[in-house]
């Protein structure tokens, strides 16, 4: 496995963002191995880079933690293409003027299983 840099410039970030999105349309995850599969539309927020956003009563938003890695089945937007696994770390939970009654969670990859 290789690991990937994060850059933390809006350049560096707004490009990773664009090459994601062009690739996958949406993420799906579960928090333990027991509890339910989420799936969220990705999106790419200016100021933010890539994001899902979560409605704010949500039980998923109570228990994902800023910091949290998980590993998320990235999706494309065609279902007969194959869906890639990356390790994914949730670096904020922010609520945003725009989307009322709900939170920008903002991704990055840390990790990749496969080519981006």
Partial sequence: MEEKTVI???????SESETILNKYYSVQF???CMGPVYL??????????LCILV??????L???EVGD???????PPESSD???????????????????GHFLVELSIIDNQGDL
């Avoid at 890695?69 to 999706?75: F, V, W």
Wanted: contains cysteine; aromatic residues 6%; glycine residues 4%.
């Fill in 40 to 49: 969220f539309k990705l999106r790419d927020i200016p100021l933010n880079g």
């Fill in 82 to 100: 194959p869906s890639t696994l990356l390790k994914t770390k949730i670096t904020s939970k922010n609520c945003h003027d725009c989307f009322t």
């Fill in 69 to 75: 890695i998980l590993d998320m089945e990235y999706n």
């Fill in 55 to 60: 409605k704010e009563d949500s039980s998923v």
């Fill in 62 to 64: 109570k228990q994902m």
């Fill in 30 to 32: 579960a928090l333990n």
């Fill in 8 to 14: 933390n410039n809006s350049a560096g970030r707004k």
